[in-house]
Each structure stands twice: as C-alpha cells, then as structure tokens.
C-alpha cells in the first residue's frame, strides 16, 4: 500500500495534476521556528513533579532535534503572580525590592529545552504583574525594569539569552510603553533583546502599525510585528507591505487549535502552512506546550502537544498532534528560508510550503484536509538544490509519523500522489525518526491518603520555592521557614493584589482527586499576618479560564476565632450568609445553586489566640459536612450541592488579602490515624547541581 501513495509516472486522468517550481536561487522569507507557550496559566505546573526518568523523556519528546515535537521555539510567561488562564505562577519580585532567580520552573523549563536544542529560540512576554508595579499602572517605568530583571536573571543564573519579548498578552496597545522598555533594554546592556507587539487577537490587533510610518522612535523599539490567531483574522495585505517595506518579521505568538485526534493534528500543519500563506507569518508558537495541569481546569488537554499530569505515576502520553509539530520541527531549522514561488495551495484542497537550507537541502510540508479526492503534485527543482533521495514522512488518522518509501528523483523531477486528509514531509535531510519510550508507567490514582509535612524540602530554593503537587490557581504558596524555627511549612506570600490577565478570586491552590467523595482534609493554619485563612475540599471546578472562581466547600478559621463553612458555586459576587437570617434565607433556598458564596453554618472559638497555630478539619460523609479547629467540632452542616472533588488552601480575598502559614498538610479518610508523611522518593529536584 505504500507504494501507491508514491507515484512516478502513468498517472490516471482523473487525478488532479500540478506542478510546482522550485528554484534553490529564488530567496524567501526567513524560517523563525515553530513551537509552543509555557504560560498563559500555570500550564507547565506539574510537569516539574515528574520522577526520572519520565521527566526527561516528556522534555526529550517537545524538544529533542529529530526524535519527537522537535520544537525550534519556546515563548514562556514572565510570571507575575496572577492568574493567566490555568493558575498563576511566583514572580520572580514579589516586592519591589527583593528579586529571587529560582522561584517557580520556566527557569528550569527553558535550560532544559535550550540544554536538548541549542538552537531553540527563546521567547516570553507577561501576561500579569505585582499590583506594586507602577503603583498599578503596569505601562511603566517600573515594569521596563521588572522585565529587564528578570531577563537579566536568565543570563545570570542560568546562562541563557532571551532573543524576543512582547510587552503585554492581549491587554491592548501602548507605544510609549514600547519605546521605554527599548531605552530600558538599551540601557542594561540589552539591546540583542528585539521587542515584539503587541499580542492581541481580533480585527483590530493590526491598528497600531500605522503609526510606524511617522514615528522613526517607535520603529526602532518595536521589531516584529506579533499578534494572535491568525487564522482567525489574517494580517491586513496593508501590514504585510508595511512589514515588508521595513523589513519587519511577523510573527503569531499564540495560535489556538482546541480540537481532538487526528483532526488536531491536520489543523495544525494547515495552521501552520496557513499563517505564512495568508499572513507572512515566519513564527508561530501554540498556546499551549504541555498538558500538566489538573483534569477538572480548564483547557487541560485539548490543546496541549502530549498530556503530563500524573507525576505521582510517572504516567504520560503523547497526542497525535505532537506529530503535527514532527512535520515541521523535523524537517527545518531556524533560518532557513520559505522559498519564494514554492508555497501555495493545493489544486484540490489543502496547502504546501518548501523550506530550504542555507545549503542545498529543502523540504516539503503539505497538507490535504478538506481534499475530495488524491491528488499529484510534480516538482522540478533547479538553482544548485539537493538532487538525492527524497525521505517521505505521512501522517493520516489511522497512523501518526510513518515513514514511507523514499522517492528517487527523475533527473530534476519528483512527484508525489496525495491522499485526501494526511499530512506529508518531504525532505532532502535524513536522521527523522518517531521518538518512543518503553515501558512508560501506567497511571494511578493521587497518593490517598497523603500527608505533607513540607520538611522533605530542606533547601526549597532547589524545587523553585514550590511543593509537590499543588497547583496555586491565584496567589502563590511558598515553602517557607516556620516562625518558630522548628521546621518547614506552606506559605501564601502574595499581600497585595497583583494586575491580573483575568478576573481573581481569592488565593487558593489546589491538589489530589477531582472524585474524591467522602474524606478529611486539614491543616495547621497560622494567622500571624492577619485576616483568614483555610481548607477547602469537594473542589470540582476553578473557572472556565477568564476567572477562577471554584465550586466547592471551604472551612476558614479568622483571626477573631469566627469559623466559616461556605460553599461557592463558580461565580464572583459573595454573599454573606453568616448571620441568623441570612442563614435562614439559605434553608428556604435549598440546595438550588446559586451563584456566589453562602456561610451555611458559623463558629466561635472561645478564648481563641491568633499568635498560635491552629489546627483546621474539614470532614465529608455524605450530605454532612463537618467542622473541627483543633480536634473540637466547631460546626456542621446538611448540604448536596456537591458530591466529590479535591482538596485545597486558602487565604483572604481580593480586598484583604494576607500571607498566612500552613503546614501538616492531611487528606485522610474520616477519622483514620494519622499517617506517615507521604515522601515519593524519585521526585528530584529541579535547581539541583547536576
């Protein structure tokens, strides 16, 4: 059957027949790279968890040259402690005057893919900050220099050169913010740094550009021209002149593909193909890299290149648009070139692009969704181009990166037939192959019960400030040394309330099953900071990727010894629900799911001292749900809105937020003996010396 796919010569009548030039001397438009973000949430999160070996074979498979993914480009979120989709993640400043180079993991994600592919190309942009930034004014002064400390840090202390930065993710357009940020770069010794703008997505993405043909300062700030989903809304005809005429590249910085299957796959490589023939693009970057984040958030597979969200297991898999990005990652190299009068649509459906080396070889990549019927191209090659076998690679929905038989060129003639809905890579190179590891572990289920002490941690700089497992959808919760000097706990560190992407509820991470039903979860909690603070459990939703507001109950214990038991149904706006009457309107309600927050139940804790720590249970058996501070029964309540999901912490709100202390982490079943601490022993470090 694969001989068929190849055709040389006595083609049938009925098939569509075209022919394509390809010129090695016709020049093109510089090859920037194809990958994906790390970032728009915490989307990376999990993966830092991973046992060896399974860490490095999911790292192996998006970046290593010729095996898998074979990704030429990363963009990653400047963190900015704030919720950006799928979590927020630990600014390198949470206060203006203190910078910490190891907190978080896209440190440690970007030396690992520049480790596997020198040549990868390293990009970020933030798409929040610190509410300390400006005074709230992210456009300023202040955050030119947040982004030059942080790129700075990259070279610092890990020995790495960004080359590109954008200045905010799809939060509108400010050219004076632009032309500070080059001084500011030019002025730390930054100036190799080429800034992009302005990441927004929509019909008017593009309006801003006019203003580069009478402002010669805002020409030289702003390099390359970056928006999102092109395929959605094309770059003008105008802009592309524009970028022309200054010699300007276009890049997409976040194209989105939220299919399945195969059908991700080809839309993809169409994307792909798509964004250079109808928008010049010459970089595109996916949102998003790696699925290792929880099930229940939002986005958690569809658009990721492989799911990595069991690390416990060291469970993981590939999806087959990981292959999609093979077609490409494979086949080229950052600075090659599209070869001009070599790119195009496909007679009878579908698109092709040739890149070439800056030596002789080329490749091929074509794509035919959407074709009736196969179809045969034929090429002619001239111009000093590779004359040598071509290596054909096919990807269709019953088999994902095949290699088929080589073709032997006819003098300076090829050809090829084209089955309707695959992807093919035609390639003068060689070396491609379809990376796999055996014996990758099957997935189990979240350590139950499990119990974090926090003092496995002992130089937390090493593990990026962050514990196993937990996944802080808004504020940051930080291994931390206990006040009392007797070891390690969790802290919530974020005071002030950062400029978030999207809409923030209160600071709360969470961790465990999403099918948990009945258990105990608690937690020694220190109020030293003021304020709030709490356990949460039956967590089954944080938001539909703008907000995070959960669904779930939560147990909070506050500095005047009041407890709260609250149930919160995925929407802003609380209501309060602690006092007789409230508490009666509730009763009325029945369990109907409002919106908002409702106090079904509250508790006093007499003589309760705020200095000490304290311990917090929340209990499910069923319908009732039961409240303990240090071992007495503070509360209860009757209540079905929810019936399963996971464990968590939280602290303050967006009004008062505060830094409070949590260690003795217990998920258990109701009213089992305390276990032994849960330690996985092959989770390693990720800031460890090697």
């Excluded at 728009?40 to 010729?66: C, I, N």
């Excluded at 309006?207 to 021209?225: G, H, P, Y």
């Excluded at 009757?638 to 202390?661: E, I, Q, W, Y």
Aim: negative net charge; contains cysteine.
């Amino acid at each position: 059957m694969i001989g068929l796919a190849l055709v040389l010569g006595g083609l049938p009548q009925t098939w569509a027949n075209q022919t394509v030039e390809l010129r090695g001397e016709a020049g093109g438009k510089r090859f920037d790279g194809i990958g994906a973000v790390s970032g728009g949430g915490a989307t990376s999160v999990l993966l830092k968890d991973y046992p060896e070996p399974q860490r490095s074979q999911v790292l192996d498979l998006l970046f290593k040259p010729k095996f898998g993914a074979s990704m030429s480009a990363l963009l990653v979120e400047v963190p900015g402690d704030s919720n950006a989709t799928q979590g927020a993640e630990p600014s390198h400043q949470h206060t203006r005057d203190k910078q910490n180079f190891s907190r978080g993991y896209e440190w440690w994600l970007m030396r690992e893919a520049k480790a596997r592919n020198p040549e990868l190309s390293l990009d970020a942009c933030a798409w929040g900050c610190p509410g300390w930034v400006g005074n709230g004014n992210f456009w300023s002064q202040d955050m030119c220099d947040y982004y030059a400390n942080w790129i700075g840090g990259l070279k610092s202390t890990y020995g790495l050169d960004l080359d590109a930065i954008g200045c905010r993710n799809e939060k509108g357009v400010s050219e004076d913010f632009a032309k500070k940020f080059r001084a500011t770069l030019d002025a730390r010794g930054l100036s190799a740094v080429r800034i992009h703008g302005f990441d927004n997505w929509g019909k008017t993405k593009f309006n801003w550009t006019k203003d580069m043909r009478t402002d010669s300062e805002l020409r030289q700030a702003v390099a390359i021209f970056s928006n999102h989903t092109m395929a959605d809304v094309p770059t003008p005809p105008e802009v592309r002149q524009m970028a022309d005429e200054y010699n300007i590249p276009i890049w997409n910085t976040e194209e989105h593909v939220y299919k399945r299957g195969f059908d991700c796959e080809i839309s993809l490589v169409k994307a792909f193909n798509d964004n250079f023939l109808t928008s010049g693009v010459t970089k595109i970057v996916n949102w998003y890299l790696v699925g290792s984040v929880y099930p229940l958030e939002s986005y958690s597979e569809t658009p990721a290149a492989m799911i990595a969200n069991s690390p416990w297991s060291g469970a993981y898999h590939t999806r087959e648009v990981l292959w999609g990005y093979a077609h490409y990652g494979q086949f080229t190299a950052i600075g090659w070139q599209y070869l001009n009068g070599a790119c195009g649509k496909l007679a009878d459906g579908g698109s092709f692009v040739t890149l070439k080396s800056p030596g002789k070889d080329f490749s091929v990549i074509l794509e035919t969704q959407g074709a009736a019927r196969p179809q045969t191209v034929t090429f002619k090659t001239s111009g000093g181009l590779a004359t040598g076998p071509m290596v054909v690679w096919r990807s269709d929905a019953a088999a994902q990166f095949v290699k088929l038989e080589s073709i032997q060129p006819e003098g300076d003639t090829f050809r090829v037939t084209l089955e309707p809905e695959a992807i093919y890579s035609l390639s003068t190179t060689t070396g491609q192959q379809k990376g796999a590891f055996p014996d990758v572990p099957a997935p189990q289920t979240f350590p139950f019960p499990y119990y974090e002490t926090f003092e496995q941690y002992t130089e937390p700089a090493q593990w990026g400030w962050l514990p196993h497992f937990t996944a802080d959808i808004a504020g940051v919760f930080e291994i931390a040394e206990r006040p009392d000097h007797t070891g390690k706990c969790l802290r919530q560190v974020v005071r002030e309330t950062p400029q978030s992407w999207a809409p923030e509820w209160m600071p709360y991470t969470i961790l465990g099953d999403e099918h948990w039903d009945d258990y105990e979860v608690s937690a020694d909690i220190l109020l030293d900071d003021g304020g709030w603070a709490g356990v949460m459990g039956r967590v089954n939703n944080v938001g539909d990727g703008y907000g995070c507001t959960p669904r779930g109950y939560y147990l909070r214990l506050a500095t005047n010894g009041v407890c709260n038991l609250v149930a919160v149904n995925g929407k802003p706006g609380a209501v309060d629900l602690g006092d007789k009457e409230h508490q009666e309107q509730l009763r009325l309600a029945g369990d109907t799911g409002e919106q908002g927050e409702k106090s079904m139940f509250t508790g006093v804790i007499p003589h309760f001292d705020a200095r000490q720590w304290h311990n917090v249970k929340l209990q499910f058996a069923g319908a009732r749900i039961t409240g303990y501070v240090d071992g007495m029964q503070v509360l209860a309540s009757t209540n079905t809105l929810f019936t399963h999901g996971m464990a968590g912490l939280v602290t303050g709100d967006s009004r008062s937020r505060n830094s409070a202390g949590f260690d003795n982490l217990l998920i258990n079943r109701n009213g089992a003996p305390i276990p032994v601490p849960t330690v996985l022993a092959a989770q390693s470090p990720i800031y460890a010396p090697k």
